[in-house]
């Protein structure tokens, strides 16, 4: 069996990897191409180009990487008339991959859309091209199977795939107990794995820091970079601050552990701060074109998985035009502050993750692909 996947950001890459290693599991020999990153090529699949180095929000970065996404929606026609698939699954990442669906759909190869894109939140218009392009859609949050179903496609609630790697997660105890060994309440910085995100958010969360140290002069900070380029961007941010601040590269997990508390923005890693239930602000600075475009589309009350998830304002959440560090600053300073208000947050967050944190989606996912494609083929036969 031949399957094409791509995702095109680091939380793609991520659930791709994941998916892979399930696949093959229950697939042995199969085939795997497609776009994606370094730990999807690490898991076995055969790179056509590393998309994931191209992840863009919004329509300014978009437009930067315009002719790089259209060379390879080339590429992936090429292959699938080289070598067709027999199936393609998407990770997240619409746009892109509304162009990869509807070529795949115009071969005849069966589509499968894996952390499909929130249409109940946005954009509902496009469920036309959902409908045309795509033949079954995998969900990970609870509510959305049944919004696809109601608009006419095959969906299936599989759980969030997030949670499969939190389960597996390896943690530095030797990093852990050499923070822990130091005196101080630990604030979690979180600014994103997007350049874009680090450069947007980064300066409002140095600015809160200092506010909180001078309610709370016991504070120090942890700043989570996702790779060296953005370790060195926050470096230079924080030139001559004098605020007590560690930047580290690949310790998210760790960072989190060692939280009372967290700013961070918006994105699968809220998934992770709710599953140690560490109470968060979530923070994303836009313009005021993405303001205006967020008005007149967005059809929710909340962008972050966990209020969305627990259908509440749950960790205060913040989308200023404006930087807003004031915002940021206060919820932190009373968790800090008033042990009874961290721990009733904390209450609502483990309750909620009680519910929800159910590791096992790639596996389920995998296992719908497998048993969906083997039926196909025996029908055909």
Known sequence: MRLFISAGEPSGDLHGSNLITQLRERIPGAQIVGFGGERMAAAGCDLLYPLCQHSAMFYREVIKNYWTYYRMVRVARLSFDACRPDGVVLIDFPGFHWHIARNAHELGI???????????AWGGWRIGKMRRWVDHVLCTLPFEWEWYNQRGMTAQYLGHPYFDELATQRIDQAFLGEQ??????????????????????LPAFLTAARQIQSSVPEARFLVASFNERQRQHATNVLLNSGLPVELHVGRTPEIIRLADACMSVSGS??????????????????????????????????VSLINLLAGEEL???LVPIRPDSRGIAAPIIRWLTDARARAVVRAKMIELRDRVAEPGACGRAAEYIKQTLQQQESIAA
């Open 110 to 120: 069966p589509v499968f859309y894996f952390v499909p894109p929130q249409l109940w």
């Open 180 to 201: 822990r060994s130091r005196p101080g309440r630990v604030v979690a910085i979180l600014p994103g794995s997007r350049s874009e995100e680090v450069k947007n958010n």
């Open 269 to 302: 890693v809220g998934l992770e701060l709710l599953n140690q239930a560490v109470p968060t602000v979530v923070y994303y600075q836009i313009t005021l074109l993405q303001w205006l475009l967020r008005k007149m589309a967005l059809k929710i009350r909340w």
């Open 315 to 317: 960790v205060p959440e």
